[in-house]
Each structure stands twice: as C-alpha cells, then as structure tokens.
C-alpha cells in the first residue's frame, strides 16, 4: 500500500516548503534496527507517557504495539493532549476500519506540521514496534517538546539549556547531553530540588549510588509531582548508554510539572529588568535637572559680570579686568564647555534609552530644556565677545588718555614758562622817562616781543585742542585740565590786549626818539626766530610719542634724521647771530662807545642761545636712543605677531582638517560598532593630544594682549576664532561618540545583528548624497523602497511622523535604525509588564506586597510598593495594590 503521508509530506518539501520543526530527530527509517535496551527504555517510557494522558480519560495501555492497532485509543491520545476534536472514528473490526482510523490520526499528526517519515497506517496496524515507536516520539517531540525554547534554540537544545541553567549550582553535576549525563540519578534530583527544595535532602545523596538517587528521584517525582514512573533505575544504570528519546520524554514531563515556576520567575525576571531600567532613567533624569540647573546658575551669574561696562579711570585698573578676563576664558569657562557638552550628551543618551524602553520622552521642567540652555549660552557668548570689545577700546582709549594729557601738561608748562613775567614787563612804563634811543630800542623789543607771541599762538591751539579732545574721550581728570587750559587761554588774552597797548604808547612816543642800533635791531630780529625755532626744536625732541607699529616708528625715525640734516644749517645760522653781536662790539669799540651790557631790543644773549643750542645737542642723541628703544619693543612686537601667527596659520586648518575628517568618519564607518567606538575615542584622544598647541597658543595670545598689541597683519585667525573652533572640535567628536554608543543601546536593546548595522549604514550612505549624514525626504522615501517597504502617502506620512517628529524635513542615522529596530523587533510593552504582574499576583487584578517582596529582589519590590496606588476595585483585598497604574506611569496612557 501506498505510504500516503511520506509522499505528501515529500511532495510538500520538494516544494520548497519548511523543513520539520525537529527534522533532526526523525530517525527512524535510517536506524533499521533498535539497541534492544532502548527498545526496552522507550517501551517503558513512551508507555507511561501515553499512560499520563489517557487516564483522564479513563482508559490507559498495556502493550505499545497492540493496543494502537486499532487506532480508536491512538485518536483518543491525541485528543486529550491536543485538546481538539478528531473525525468520529469507525467502530468496525476490520482491517481497513483499522487503518482508516490510523490514518485519520496520522492525518492529524500532519496537519500540525509534523513530517512523518516512512511511517504508514499499515505498520502500526500490523503492530511494527519499530514504526509505532518511532510514532510516539514524533507525537512526543510535536506536543511535549517542540514548544520548548530558550533564547531562542531548538526544541531539544531549549531544553537542554533550561536542564543546564536550573542545575548549574549543584555540585557533580554537569548535563552535557539526554543519555550519560543522567545516569548517576544527581541530575533528576537536582532539577527537583531547584524547584521543591522541601522534598529532597540533596546534600545527603552520593554520586557513587545511583541506583539509590534514581530511585529516590522518580519516587519523589510520582508522589508529590503527579509524574508517573516512565523508567527503572536498574535499567538506566545497567545501560552503557541510556536511551536519549527515552530520557528526553522523561526530563520533558519535569520540564511542564515546573512550567509555572518558570512563568512566574520568567514574569519576575521582566519585571526586574523594567523596573531596573526606570530606576536608571529616574537617576539620569535627576543628574540632568541638576546639572543643568547648576549651568543656567553660573550663566545666570556670570552674563552681568560681562555686561558691566562702568569704565576705570586708570590703565593699570583695566589691565586688571583685561586679565580678570582671560582667567575667565582660561580657567572658568573651559569646564562649563565641557559640562554643556556632556549635558547635551547624557540628555541625548537619555531619550534614547527612554525610546528604546518604550517610555515616555524625556520632558526637563520649566526653563531647563537644551533649547534653554543653548539660548542661555548664546546670550552669554554674545556678552563676552561685546565685554572683550569693550576692554580693548577702553585700554586704547586710556592709552590715547594718558598720552594726551602729558603732551597736555608738557606744553602747558612751556608755555607757562615763556609767559612768567611777560604781564609786567608789558604794563612797565620805562618808555616815559627814556632817550629816543631808548624808546626805539623799546619799540624794537616790542616789536621782537610780538614775533615770538605770534609764534607762541601755535602752541596755545594746540594746548586748547589737546583740552578739547581729553574732554571728548571722557578723561577722568578733566576738569584740572579745563582750568588749566582756561587760565592759558585768559592770560593769552590778556597778554594781547597789553601788547597792542604797549606798542600804541611805544609808537606815539617814537615820533619823538631817533636813535637805534641798526646791529641790535638785526640780531634781535634774527635771534628771536633762531631762538623760537631752538625752543621748538627743544619741545619736539622732548616730545612724547606712541605708535603701534614699525612702520610708524620707523617714520618717526625718518623725520628725526630729517630733522639732523638741518642742524649744520641752523649752525650756520647762530654763528651768523653770533657774528652780529661780535660786530657789534667791535663798532663800538672803534667808535669808542661805551655799551650798557645789554641789547636794548632783545633779552636774547649769545649766553643763551649758545646754552640752547647746547641744550639741542645734547637732545638729539636721547631722541635717537628713545626711537631705538622704541624701534626694539616694535620689532618685539612684530616677532610675537609672527610667532603668533605661525602657530595659529597652524592650528586653524588643523582644527578644520579634523572638522572635516569627524564628518567623514561619521558616514564612512566601518567595522562593528566597538571597533568604530574604539577608533573615535583612538581619534578623541589624538586631538585631546593637541591641546598644548592650543595652550601654546594661549601664552602667546596673552603676551600679545599685555604688549597692548590690537592687529596682526600675518594671520586671518583671531584668538576667539580658535577657541570657538577648539570647541567645536571637541563637541563634535563628543557628539560623534555618542551617536555610536547610542547605536550600541539601540542594536543591545532591540537584538539587532552586526550585519543588520552594516547593512543599514550601507543603504543610509548609498542614498545620502550629499555625505552629510543627513537625508531629505525625497532620499529617505528612496531609502524606504529598497529595503522593501511599500510605501502609499498616508504610510509614508506615518514614518515620516516617527522619524521626524518635529517636521524639519531631515532624517539622521540615528532615527532611521530607531525606527527600522522598532519595526523589525520584539520590545517589551505595558501590555506584557501587566501580564507578568498578573502571572506574580496569581491571576488576580491586583498584587500585595507580600508578594512582591516575595517574587522581586528587596530594592525593586520597595521601589514598586512605594509607587503603587491602592487598588480600589469590588474585589480588593486589604493591603491591595494597583499594579495597572504602575503600568501606566511605567509607559504612559498612549501605550496602554
């Protein structure tokens, strides 16, 4: 007769179908011949295995081979242990009443995905031992065994495991296998006593008894846990090795005696591992509030500070706040760069966790989310760059403050000099009683006198001007210098309205005096302007300078050596005047002329302009030294603008060669994600290596500063400029990091393989076109088809949604495998937390605390009990507790 299953069943996996959950297994037709042992082991056990089942229906079997002959018990077995209907059976007494009945039962066999290999209604009606085992073990493996899986194994090797992890703690004994790893009888023990430690004094069995510990096991097993005795101890142990099938049925009875324990311990285990991950959050969530509360505080603090612009009255007091400042810059700023970057970080870690959990996202309270802070810290930055801006206008401005008025003070005292004296010498009324000679020579001095004040009117502007401008730039001593300034300009009056009186009274009296020395007239008119130019000279080699660089400087020196050129000259010149004087005397005495000592025109002796022009000599070599030494502190200043910029012309590309390669390696990566992790930290510390050449930097940005030295004409890069970079750079390999460990989260949390990760950044790269890292919708819409979604509008709108909930048009790696891992993974969800609170509570709608101090780890059952509310429904018990609404606070009304 045709074996009308083995064709089926070959037809249908010729087909391409699934191969049997346990194909492995089914080795009866290669196995043509049984150990007679085993054939002795299965008999017994398959036997009481059947047993097991059939007596609630009250019936059993005594022979294996004889009583499924007829196929009536063989449908009742299955039944009972599937819990459905059959087809009614057929009552007649014939052979094909027989085999139709058996085949109505394989029928079955086979609708529940079980491949029966070369097993026919023909041989279990002929009583085929071989064939009617082989029978009872694929029922055995289909309904007793294939629903048996731990982390995901196979049916016998889920089993195996659960055998291994429940005996683990248990001395001499190690289960490597269903045949000798059992038979010393310490396995069936152990599995007992894990479960029931009550019924089993473990510590007082012996390994060299087995005969004793088999027996104990199974008699213990029969009596209290309603598991019939399926093998004989004399047979395990008399075996050389016990038959594998035989011990499988058997251990698998123990397995579904303890499958509550292991549901309520698997419901405890999810409960834990919930529980843990809120505990963690929670902290993280109070690290966060705190942390950036501290930050917004020192923000809060330090953005007055910045904007306090009250200026000081003297350089050295601004220098103090310029270096205030850089300690700022240098030493308080650095840490909270570093603290807002770790913030964004841990909050960034945080809401991924949360995702990956299924709770709700993270909402910082009022006036504490990143937005806030970022808002915060741009507020500050912007007071830092105005105060650091006002610090160097203000030291330029006092700088040019403090030049001005001594240039004030210098010519206020020249011309205080030229004038002491000259109100009574011009109110003096010498004229009236003089000899016409005399009078001219008055007239004459006057008229010399009124040369030099004509020349003096230069200086008195420039006094006026110098005033004008140190009240304009706010100088904090004004007022003196007002006072000063108007007392000069009062007595320049004052000195003009006597002059013009004077030379009235001179002029009316000269009509009526003669007589004046032509000589004097000339070496008064000559010496006056010599004299004048000599002062000038004077006041222009003692005059006060500042420049800010050679170039100036070297100007000053150009018109200093000018200015030599002229002095042979102006030599020539005094030994003119000087030649006057000596013809003067030298006519006098050829005419016998007794001289009165002095020039009747001018107070201006040969004495004094030789001592002046002395004076001059002695000045120009200092204001050569002064220009020299102010030359030296240029050229000083013109290496540490070099200096400067050779290290910054440096450092700035780098740090943009490195911002660079951070966005390369953020979408080129390769390897797994530890290898990727541990080349950015590699990567991390390389630029954390750089750091003295921004330090470096620093020091010479500081003495830069403290030469009060404000352009740099060889670099583009400003101070502010690389630090912003710096930190930047910094930021970005942090943020980089991150990304990677949150990927790391995301592929632990939700199982995703190396080569899912692989395969994603490969398809996420292959679209971004433009290698940002950042993908537009057009692209990700791209990106969705190739993996294989079918994508209408409103699908794709709800994709949209979840990766992209705040509508910025842009999609990142990260939301992308986010949603990937949420729709290609399992997660645990409120629905399945109240399932297992439900399995500890018994199937009662609520929980006590006794229980959950029972079934929970000390610190997680108080953690519950502190958080459940009281359960108040018709059948709460006293101490009831709300195991629902922990649930909902846990994931939010949404998910439930």
Known sequence: MVDYHAANNQAQYSAGGPPSYMEQENDWDRDLLLDPAWEKQQRKTFTAWCNSHLRKAGTQIENIEEDFRDGLKLMLLLEVISGERLPKPERGKMRVHKINNVNKALDFIASKGVKLVSIGAEEIVDGNVKMTLGMIWTIILRFAIQDISVEETSAKEGLLLWCQRKTAPYKN??????????????????????????????????KDDPVTNLNNAFEVAEKYLDIPKMLDAEDIV?????????????????????????????????????????????????????????????????????ENRAPEKTMAEMQQKLEDFRDYRRVHKPPKVQEKCQLEINFNTLQTKLRLSNRP?????????????????????????????????????????????????????????????????????????ASLSEVKALLRKHEAFESDLAAHQDRVEQIAAIAQELNELDYYDSPSVNARCQKICEQWDTLGSLTQ??????????????????????????????????????????????????EEIQGLITAHEQFKSTLPEADKEREAIQAIQAEVQKIAQYNGIKLSGTNPYTTITPQSINSKWEQVQQLVP??????????????????????????????????????????????????????QLTHLRQYEQSIIEYKPNIDQLEGDHQLIQEALIFDNKYTTYTMEHLRVGWEQLLTTIARTINEIENQ?????????????????????????????????????????????????DAEFARIMGIVDPNNTGAVTFQAFIDFMSRETTDTDTADQVIASFKILAGDKNYITAE??????????????????????????????????????????????
């Open 173 to 206: 004994v190690n289960v490597q296998n269903f045949h000798i790893s059992w038979k010393d009888g310490l396995a069936f023990n152990a599995l007992i006593h894990r479960h029931r430690p009550e019924l089993i004094d473990y510590d007082k069995l012996r």
């Open 238 to 306: 008399n075996t050389a090795r016990p038959d594998e099938k035989a011990i499988m049925t058997y251990v698998s009875s123990f397995y579904h005696a303890f499958s509550g324990a292991q549901k309520a311990e698997t419901a405890a285990n999810r409960i834990c591992k919930v529980l843990a991950v809120n505990q963690e959050n929670e902290h993280l969530m109070e690290d966060y509030e705190k942390l950036a509360s501290d930050l917004l505080e020192w923000i809060r603090r330090t953005i007055p500070w910045l």
């Open 361 to 433: 996202a993270f909402m910082p309270s009022e006036g504490r989310m990143v937005s806030d802070i970022n808002g915060a810290w741009h507020n500050l930055e912007g007071a830092e760059k105005g105060y650091e801006e006002w610090l160097l206008n203000e030291i330029r401005r006092l700088e040019r403050l403090d030049h001005l008025a001594e240039k004030f003070r210098q010519k206020a005292a020249i011309h205080e000099s030229w004038t002491d004296g000259k109100e009574a010498m011009l109110t003096q009324k010498d004229y009236e009683t």
């Open 501 to 550: 009186s004077r030379r009235e009274s001179l002029e009316r009296t000269e009509k009526q005096l003669e007589s004046i020395d032509e000589l004097y007239l000339e070496y008064a008119k000559r010496a006056a302007p010599f004299n004048n130019w000599m002062e000038g000279a004077m006041e222009d080699l003692q005059d006060m300078f500042i420049v800010h660089n050679i």
């Open 622 to 675: 200092q204001r050569d030294q002064a220009l020299q030494e102010e030359l030296s502190k240029q050229q000083s200043n013109d290496h540490l603008r070099r200096q400067f910029a050779s290290q910054a012309n440096m450092v700035g590309p780098w740090i943009q060669n490195k911002m660079e390669e951070i966005g390369r390696i953020s979408i080129e990566m390769n390897g797994t994600l530890e290898d």
């Open 744 to 792: 790391i989260l995301t592929r632990d949390a939700k199982g995703i393989s190396q080569e899912q990760l692989h395969e994603y950044r490969a398809s996420f790269n292959h679209f971004d076109k433009k290698r940002t890292g950042i993908m537009d919708t057009d692209d990700f819409r791209a990106l969705l088809i190739s993996t294989g979604n079918s994508l209408g």
């Open 851 to 896: 229980e959950l101090r029972r079934e929970l780890p000390p610190d997680q059952a108080e953690y519950c009990i502190a958080r459940m509310a009281p359960y108040t429904g018709p059948d709460a018990a006293p101490g009831a507790l709300d195991y629902m609404s922990f649930s909902t606070a846990l994931y939010g009304e949404s998910d439930l």
